[in-house]
């Protein structure tokens, strides 16, 4: 069985001058179409989004993988990292700024977030309180388990792999196994 970073290497060269290509488009009819190709099922939606995605993103890397009915919201602050899965059900939202490093695997149904609402203000009601925009960064060689939540302003360090159905609400150290709500340190990987 050829991985999906085989078959990405030997049609490379295609991909390239297609993202080239779309290069001439102007930028709101990339969103316009990576949107109406969201559920796009098979090896043609995977293409299609990926061609899309290197042209709106901040910054992405090779072999970037958008499964169908995956929600990305202000591309243009969020950066991928190569040989990296989004895998269906997933919402994103880089209002704020997202970084994903390489060789990331995010599983079904995980929510990355990069704002936060204030609260603080009783003369206002919570839902017309201002928004903090973050840094939500998440380094190479990392797990996202299914259903897990990454909130706002936390870095997931290399390594380390979230348990399905955690929520992070602060940094994750180098290697780390996290589980929970509130996610916590379950144990280290070496």
């Not at 099922?41 to 299609?48: C, E, P, T, Y």
């Not at 700024?97 to 977030?113: C, E, F, L, P």
């Not at 990069?114 to 998440?138: A, C, F, R």
């Amino acid at each position: 069985m050829i991985r999906g970073r085989d078959k990405f290497e030997k049609f490379k060269p295609v991909i390239g001058m297609l993202v080239y290509f779309c290069n001439f488009l102007p930028c709101s009819i990339h969103q316009k179409l990576f949107e109406v190709f969201r559920m796009m099922k098979g090896n043609k939606g995977l293409l299609i989004r990926y061609i899309f995605l290197k042209t709106i993103t901040k910054e992405c890397g090779d072999n970037v993988s958008i499964h169908p009915n995956v929600y990305l919201y202000k591309l243009k602050n969020l950066s991928i990292g190569s040989n990296v899965s989004i895998h269906p059900m997933c919402y994103i939202d880089s209002t704020g700024r997202i970084d994903i490093g390489n060789d990331v695997s995010i599983a079904h149904g995980v929510t990355i977030m990069s704002t936060t609402h204030q609260y603080g203000d009783e003369n206002i009601l919570i839902k017309d309180q201002p928004v903090d925009l973050l840094y939500t960064k998440i380094e190479d060689n990392v797990w996202i388990g299914a259903k897990a939540t990454i909130l706002g302003g936390v870095e997931v360090s290399t390594g380390s792999i979230v348990a399905a159905g955690a929520v992070v609400i602060k940094d994750v150290p180098i290697r780390a196994i996290v589980g929970g709500v509130p996610a916590k340190i379950i144990k280290y990987r070496l």
